[in-house]
Protein backbone atom coordinates (compact mmCIF):
# COMPACT_ATOMS: atom_id res chain seq x y z
CA UNK A 1 0.00 0.00 0.00
CA UNK A 2 3.30 2.24 0.89
CA UNK A 3 4.48 1.98 -2.66
CA UNK A 4 0.75 3.00 -4.23
CA UNK A 5 0.64 6.16 -2.07
CA UNK A 6 4.04 7.16 -2.94
CA UNK A 7 3.30 6.37 -6.81
CA UNK A 8 0.37 8.40 -6.62
CA UNK A 9 2.30 11.11 -5.09
CA UNK A 10 5.04 11.15 -7.41
CA UNK A 11 2.11 11.54 -10.42
CA UNK A 12 0.57 14.80 -8.65
CA UNK A 13 2.33 17.92 -10.42
CA UNK A 14 2.94 21.10 -8.19
CA UNK A 15 1.83 24.63 -9.69
CA UNK A 16 5.21 24.71 -11.65
CA UNK A 17 7.09 22.06 -13.31
CA UNK A 18 10.00 22.72 -12.17
CA UNK A 19 10.75 20.85 -8.59
CA UNK A 20 12.79 23.62 -7.52
CA UNK A 21 10.01 26.12 -7.71
CA UNK A 22 7.68 24.53 -5.95
CA UNK A 23 9.89 23.35 -2.78
CA UNK A 24 10.10 27.42 -2.81
CA UNK A 25 6.17 28.00 -3.13
CA UNK A 26 5.93 25.36 -0.68
CA UNK A 27 8.47 26.95 2.00
CA UNK A 28 7.21 30.19 1.47
CA UNK A 29 3.23 29.06 2.31
CA UNK A 30 4.35 27.18 5.29
CA UNK A 31 6.83 29.61 6.53
CA UNK A 32 3.69 32.17 5.72
CA UNK A 33 1.42 29.83 8.06
CA UNK A 34 3.72 29.89 10.76
CA UNK A 35 4.26 33.29 11.01
CA UNK A 36 0.24 33.54 11.18
CA UNK A 37 -0.12 30.74 13.82
CA UNK A 38 3.01 32.39 15.95
CA UNK A 39 1.15 35.76 15.84
CA UNK A 40 -2.31 34.15 16.48
CA UNK A 41 -0.65 32.08 19.66
CA UNK A 42 1.27 35.67 20.45
CA UNK A 43 -2.03 37.82 20.47
CA UNK A 44 -3.95 35.44 22.23
CA UNK A 45 -1.73 34.89 25.47
CA UNK A 46 -1.52 38.73 25.67
CA UNK A 47 -5.60 39.20 25.55
CA UNK A 48 -5.18 37.14 28.99
CA UNK A 49 -3.80 40.63 30.34
CA UNK A 50 -4.66 43.09 27.58
CA UNK A 51 -7.61 44.25 24.83
CA UNK A 52 -7.67 42.96 21.99
CA UNK A 53 -6.12 45.90 20.65
CA UNK A 54 -3.40 46.62 23.26
CA UNK A 55 -2.43 42.82 22.42
CA UNK A 56 -2.32 43.42 18.41
CA UNK A 57 -0.20 46.38 18.84
CA UNK A 58 2.20 44.42 21.51
CA UNK A 59 2.88 42.19 18.67
CA UNK A 60 2.67 44.17 15.82
CA UNK A 61 5.57 46.07 17.96
CA UNK A 62 8.20 43.64 17.93
CA UNK A 63 11.60 45.03 16.55
CA UNK A 64 13.60 43.42 14.05
CA UNK A 65 16.14 42.62 17.11
CA UNK A 66 13.60 40.96 19.18
CA UNK A 67 11.97 39.23 16.13
CA UNK A 68 16.10 37.78 15.01
CA UNK A 69 16.78 36.87 18.82
CA UNK A 70 12.91 34.57 18.76
CA UNK A 71 14.23 32.96 15.42
CA UNK A 72 17.46 32.27 16.54
CA UNK A 73 16.83 30.97 19.70
CA UNK A 74 14.03 28.34 18.29
CA UNK A 75 16.72 27.51 15.26
CA UNK A 76 19.11 26.48 17.85
CA UNK A 77 16.80 24.81 19.81
CA UNK A 78 15.10 22.81 17.07
CA UNK A 79 18.80 22.05 15.10
CA UNK A 80 20.44 19.79 18.03
CA UNK A 81 20.34 18.34 21.26
CA UNK A 82 22.92 20.67 22.73
CA UNK A 83 21.03 23.82 20.88
CA UNK A 84 17.84 22.58 22.85
CA UNK A 85 19.97 22.06 26.29
CA UNK A 86 21.10 25.94 25.67
CA UNK A 87 18.14 27.60 25.11
CA UNK A 88 15.97 25.10 27.56
CA UNK A 89 18.83 25.96 30.27
CA UNK A 90 18.61 29.83 29.17
CA UNK A 91 14.75 30.09 29.56
CA UNK A 92 14.56 28.20 32.71
CA UNK A 93 17.59 30.39 34.09
CA UNK A 94 15.27 33.96 33.30
CA UNK A 95 12.24 31.95 34.82
CA UNK A 96 14.12 31.56 38.00
CA UNK A 97 15.33 35.05 38.00
CA UNK A 98 12.19 36.77 37.25
CA UNK A 99 11.02 34.05 40.65
CA UNK A 100 13.39 35.12 42.84
CA UNK A 101 12.97 38.78 42.09
CA UNK A 102 9.94 40.35 43.58
CA UNK A 103 7.14 38.61 41.51
CA UNK A 104 5.26 41.91 41.64
CA UNK A 105 8.27 43.93 40.41
CA UNK A 106 8.97 41.44 37.74
CA UNK A 107 5.39 41.88 36.55
CA UNK A 108 5.28 45.41 36.03
CA UNK A 109 8.89 45.40 34.30
CA UNK A 110 7.36 42.79 31.90
CA UNK A 111 3.92 45.02 31.53
CA UNK A 112 6.29 48.51 31.17
CA UNK A 113 8.09 46.79 28.80
CA UNK A 114 4.99 45.08 26.79
CA UNK A 115 3.70 48.33 26.60
CA UNK A 116 6.74 50.56 25.33
CA UNK A 117 6.79 47.99 22.37
CA UNK A 118 2.98 48.53 21.44
CA UNK A 119 4.04 52.18 21.09
CA UNK A 120 6.61 51.06 18.37
CA UNK A 121 3.39 49.42 16.35
CA UNK A 122 2.67 50.93 13.20
CA UNK A 123 -0.15 53.97 13.44
CA UNK A 124 -1.89 52.86 10.17
CA UNK A 125 -1.38 48.97 10.31
CA UNK A 126 -3.82 47.48 7.90
CA UNK A 127 -2.65 43.95 8.72
CA UNK A 128 -5.64 41.83 10.59
CA UNK A 129 -3.32 40.02 13.02
Request: charge should be positive; glycine fraction near 6%.
Amino acid sequence: MGDKAKASVQKVSGPSPNPATNLLIADVALQGATLLFRRIVQKGLLQLRFDPDKAKEIVQGRTLVQSAISYAAGRAATRSVPGLLIVSTGLVAKTILDRAVNPREASAKGHEKLLKQAENAPEDSSEPI
